[in-house]
């Protein structure tokens, strides 16, 4: 059993043990201090393990919101580093419940600059924060500038010493900008016709042969940047929706089609509104004939291992 599935299992027994403890009346000052020891020692158990998603074997994604709704966040580890797509409400707790330390975020990349994508962004200046640094790279669409502009003038910082710091990559239809290169790891901005008219990008990670390509609510599958991408993690609705609102918003049938076409591995569909909804977008994607379609889920990890072509789904 792997070191995450170890965990999962002690936080069960765990469990067990404070329910049985407080049924049977164990209620006293050494039970209780007993069951605060070994859930801590449960949370340093669980961090040490997180601490291998940090590790050069393999290229890692985890849903830390939007799994349930307009929250979007996700946590892309490679090369030691840690990347936040969308810094939606509650990404920053998110991240804590699951061990996932703010103090290694190295960069917040934005796939639009509205307050869905941007509303904990604050938070996680606050936790990225390091004695050694005391700015926060914040990338997205040409937006990004004017609200990171506001959000440090609102805190009192400057954007140059302190605060958060805006880079726009500003990448054309058809033509990617590389936005971080180190270690192996190529991090690169990409955007389509209709999702530059919307103001929204694309990201892809590519980590000595794996590759993740995150797209919020775009069209990112369509673009020659997701082609033959192992993982893409893309917002999508309905048929339903799409009709009821008549957004341009992809349905989940157009991504999988569209998936299947660029030779994509597995699409993992973000941002669904409840869980019903998230197994009604599964369905008219896997009705296409795509079969590798998944619903994303708040902590969900997907591991792309550098020694072999295998994808790894599991909660982290």
């Known amino acids: 059993m792997n070191a995450i599935g170890k965990s999962s299992v002690v936080f069960v027994t765990l469990s067990g043990l404070f329910w049985g403890g407080w049924v049977l009346g164990s209620q006293t000052p050494e039970g209780q201090e007993a069951i605060a020891r070994a859930y801590e020692a449960y949370a340093d158990q669980r961090a040490t393990a997180n601490e291998d998603l940090f ?83 914040v990338y997205g669409p040409s937006d990004t500038q004017r609200m990171v502009d506001g959000l440090n003038q609102a805190a009192g910082f400057d954007g140059l010493e302190r605060g958060l710091q805006a880079w726009g990559p500003a990448p054309e239809p058809g033509r990617s900008v590389i936005v971080f290169e180190g270690d192996g790891l190529v991090v690169s901005a990409f955007t389509t016709q209709e999702d530059a008219f919307a103001g929204r990008v694309g990201y892809r990670f590519d980590y000595r042969g794996r590759s993740i390509v995150v797209g919020g609510d775009g069209r990112v599958v369509s673009s020659s940047a997701a082609q033959n991408a192992d993982v893409v993690l893309q917002g999508a609705q309905t048929e339903a929706l799409a009709r009821l609102h008549q957004t341009r918003a992809p349905t989940a ?36 004939g795509n079969a590798d379609v998944i619903a994303g889920r708040l902590g969900m990890l997907v591991e792309l291992p550098l020694a072999n072509r295998e994808i790894n789904v599991r909660p982290l």
Request: net charge negative.
């Open 253 to 288: 049938a157009e991504v999988a089609t569209q998936a299947q076409a660029g030779n994509t591995g597995l699409v993992v569909l973000t941002g669904a509104e409840n869980q019903v909804a998230a197994q009604m977008q599964v369905s008219e994607a896997r009705a296409t």
């Open 55 to 137: 590790n050069s074997t393999a290229l890692r994604a985890v849903v830390c919101g939007g799994a349930q709704g307009a929250q979007p966040c996700l946590a892309v580890i490679a090369a030691g580093r840690m990347f936040i797509v969308d810094a939606g409400s509650g990404a920053a707790s998110a991240l804590a419940e699951h061990n996932l330390p703010a103090d290694r975020v190295d960069a917040v990349l934005l796939t639009e600059a509205g307050l869905t994508q941007t509303a904990d962004l604050d938070e996680l200046f606050a936790g990225a924060t390091r004695s050694e640094s005391s700015l926060l790279a």
